[in-house]
Structure formats: structure tokens, C-alpha cells
């Protein structure tokens, strides 16, 4: 007579039949339902912003279906957002590749060739969507973009006019045409263009933006002010929204206190947010208060993170201003340990050398400068003074591009690139890339 199972081998013997099922219809599974899965999980990531956890899923899916072009196409637009151009430029020329037919690939290959100043390249794609499609909007658009950036204005005017009868609703292209008549000086015409990509789109604060800026250019500052301050009440926690009022009551106003309250309340509102205090740093130090501009970048430097290096060249140069000259050599070997070639770095440190009467290597500092950036224009004054100082005043100056301007005050500031650090980063709708 058989024995009856006992409670725990009848409950093992399900648990493996279950496991063998499981791994059975795991494997059983199509390349297309794979595909789909992972094609799924990309575009809930993307659409979640979390593009590092899009590329890995469309890397998984093209694993499965390598020749798919529209794989290729959505992994080289995330490529896009992760700021990764090589990569990017790779997956669409593959996308076109395996699809020669495939416009939005080859629309955003051609922005890309913009962006990056490669005109031929980019015409060559635009002039192939036009030939598939001669009435599509962007591929126009584009092509008046590159009659801009070529100087052929009467061209890019006529192109820009013929998408505005395709579709005289569309907002950015009146976006485009308030920038174009902006740069051709015809105010009226821009505002009038502004003004209706605004009605369109109320929404879209890079044409209330670019109104506002057109205004105040042709001394409208009441109504820039108007904007300006809608924008940043309608978007409390937009940092980028709040400085620019910031600097707009400071600059164009003149009004400190305001200009100072703005920065007081959003750093009450986000006292963790780095780059909104290096961006206050950066204002305090316009409203000539070096010590609240310090509290704020040793705050950032503290923090540390990717603004810490910044906030370290910011605070370096007020140290310079005040004679303190242990600290500021104390920050810059800081930065210039971690990137021998920073720019900022090596202008400051030349600045230091100088006050130190160190004046060959200011000189060798300067020159590094002017290796990477021959239009430097304070670095070839600080370069001066520092032969002056060392040959006497019959000795030969370093020569000077006409490019670089006209020799600035000895207080100048420089002004610092800080890539990705805007809220709206890149250039506003509507106008050409790469400009």
C-alpha cells in the first residue's frame, strides 16, 4: 500500500512544478513579446524623465530586434537627453541606415548637425526630407534656420512665411519669426509675432521669455516687468524664472532691495537647492555684498557635488578682491588638482601669481589660458600688466586679436559658462541652432 504524501513534500512538489512552469513559459517567449516588454518599460522611463533606465531597456530591445530603425531612432533621442552627441549621431545614422524613409530620424540628425555648426550635413538630410515630403512644416523649418544661419535673410524669410500659410496657428513658428524680426531690428513686427505665439501657447514661457526680452530691448520695461513677474508667480519653485526677475529689478530697475528679496525668499522656500545659492553667490556678488555672496558658496562647497568647483573659482576671485591671497591659492589648487586645464582656474591663479610678483608664472598662466581661448580679452590685459611689470615699459606686449575687444577695466568680471545649469537650458524656440 502507498504511503500518503506528507504535508511538506505535497507543498515542495508544487513549488517545483510551479518553478518548472514559470522557467518554461519564461522561455517560450517571442522575440516580439520580449521586445515589447522592454520597448514598454523605455517609454514609461522616459516619460518618468529617468533616461539612464530608458537606454538600458533599448538596449535591451535592440539585443532582440537589432534591425528595428525606430529602436535605434528612440535610443539616439534619449542619447539626446543623457547629453551624449557621439552616441546619438551613431543610433540615428543607424536608424536611417536600416530606414532611409524614416523623417524624424533624419529631422533630428539634421538638428543635431545644426547645433554643431555642420551646415552641409545638416542641408544634405533637409533637402532629403523635402524631396519625400516638400510640404512637411519642420523639414521647412529647418531649411529657413540653415537660410539664417548662412546670412541669406530675404531666403529664410520667405521659407519661415511659407510655414506660417501651412499652418498659421502654430506657435513656434510665430516664436521663430518674433526672434528673426528681433535680429533684423523690426520691433514691431517681432512683438507682433511674439504676441501671437504667447495668445497660442500661454503656456510655453520661452515665448512669454522672449517677449519680455524684446520689450525691455526697445524700452518697454514696464511690460517686461509685467511678464517677468507673471512668470515667476505662475512657477514658484522655477529658480531660473526667479533670478531672472532677480537680476531684471537689479540691472534694468535698479531696485536692490527687491532684487535681494526674491533671492531671501526662494532660498527660504529650497535651503538645500546648491545651484540656486551659487546662482545667489552670483548676484550678491552684483549687489556688492561679498560677504553674503562667501556664506552662500562655502555652502556649496561644502555641500559638494557637481557646483563645487564652481562655487570654489567664485570664491577664489573675491579673496583675490580682498587681499586674502593664502585662501584663494588654497581653493584654486583645489580645482586645478582635479582639472589641470580649467580655464577659470588658470586665469585666477595667473591673477594671484601677479599680486604675488611671481610674474613668470603669471605669464605661463596666462598663456595656458590663452592656448585654449585666444579670445580671452582679460587674459591678455593681465598678461600685459605682468610683462609690463617684469620688462619695463620698452619691453614687446603679447600681440592681440582684434576679436577679443578692447582691453577691459582692471575690476572686469568674467563672465562664466556653466553648462546645464539653466532650467530651460539651450536656445529658445525659434531660433537658429547652434547660434
Not at 557621439?86 to 523623417?103: F, G, S, T, W, Y
Not at 506660417?164 to 514691431?188: C, I, M, S, W
Not at 609690463?388 to 572686469?412: D, Q, T, V
Request: glycine fraction near 8%; hydrophobic fraction near 40%; charge should be positive.
Amino acid at each position: 500500500m502507498r504511503k500518503p504524501l506528507r504535508p511538506a513534500g505535497l507543498i515542495w512538489g508544487l513549488l517545483v512544478i510551479v518553478s518548472l512552469l514559470f522557467f518554461v513559459g519564461g522561455c517560450s517567449s517571442s522575440p516580439e513579446q520580449q521586445k515589447a516588454e522592454h520597448l514598454q518599460k523605455a517609454r514609461e522611463f522616459v516619460k518618468a524623465k529617468k533616461f539612464s533606465e530608458a537606454k538600458i531597456e533599448y538596449l535591451n530591445a535592440i539585443q532582440v530586434a537589432p534591425k528595428d530603425a525606430q529602436l535605434h531612432y528612440q535610443l539616439g533621442e534619449v542619447y539626446l537627453y543623457l547629453k551624449d552627441g557621439r552616441k546619438a549621431v551613431r543610433e540615428l545614422q543607424e536608424a536611417i541606415k536600416l530606414d532611409p524613409q524614416l523623417v524624424d530620424a533624419k529631422l533630428k540628425l539634421a538638428a543635431v548637425y545644426m547645433a554643431a555648426r555642420q551646415y552641409e550635413a545638416a542641408e544634405k538630410l533637409v533637402q532629403q526630407v523635402l524631396e519625400q515630403e516638400p510640404r512637411n512644416i519642420d523639414a521647412l523649418t529647418a531649411y529657413g534656420q540653415l537660410q539664417w544661419r548662412r546670412g541669406d535673410t530675404a531666403g529664410a524669410e520667405k521659407t519661415f512665411s511659407q510655414v506660417l500659410e501651412l499652418d498659421p496657428k502654430r506657435a513656434v513658428t510665430h516664436l521663430l519669426l518674433g526672434n528673426f524680426y528681433a535680429q533684423q531690428r523690426q520691433v514691431d513686427k517681432a512683438l507682433k509675432h511674439l504676441r501671437r505665439a504667447v495668445e497660442l501657447e500661454p503656456a510655453n514661457i520661452n515665448a512669454s521669455l522672449t517677449l519680455a526680452r524684446v520689450l525691455q530691448a526697445s524700452g518697454d520695461r514696464e511690460g517686461a516687468r509685467k511678464i517677468y513677474e507673471q512668470l515667476a508667480a505662475a512657477h514658484p519653485d522655477d529658480k531660473a524664472l526667479k533670478f531672472v526677475l532677480a537680476n531684471f529689478y537689479l540691472l534694468q530697475l535698479g531696485d536692490r532691495q527687491r532684487a535681494e528679496q526674491v533671492i531671501t525668499d526662494f532660498l527660504r522656500r529650497h535651503p538645500e537647492d546648491m545651484e540656486a545659492r551659487l546662482m545667489a553667490g552670483d548676484l550678491y556678488r552684483r549687489l556688492g555684498k561679498a560677504d553674503a555672496a562667501a556664506d552662500n558658496y562655502r555652502q556649496v562647497i561644502k555641500a559638494g557635488g557637481k557646483d563645487a568647483n564652481l562655487a570654489r573659482l567664485s570664491l577664489a576671485e573675491i579673496y583675490l578682491g580682498q587681499r586674502q591671497l593664502d585662501q584663494a591659492d588654497a581653493l584654486l589648487a583645489e580645482v586645478l588638482a582635479q582639472d589641470a586645464k580649467n580655464i577659470k582656474g588658470l586665469y585666477l591663479r595667473g591673477r594671484l601669481r601677479l599680486a604675488q610678483r611671481r610674474l613668470e608664472d603669471a605669464v605661463a598662466d596666462f598663456s595656458s589660458v590663452l592656448q585654449q581661448n585666444p579670445d580671452f580679452a582679460l587674459a591678455y590685459y593681465f598678461q600685459g600688466l605682468a610683462h609690463y611689470a617684469g620688462l619695463g615699459p620698452g619691453s614687446r606686449l603679447p600681440e592681440r586679436r582684434p576679436a577679443a575687444g578692447a582691453a577691459p577695466a582692471h575690476g572686469e568680471k568674467v563672465c562664466r559658462r556653466r553648462g546645464g545649469s539653466q532650467a530651460h537650458p539651450g536656445p529658445a524656440a525659434g531660433q537658429p541652432a547652434g547660434a
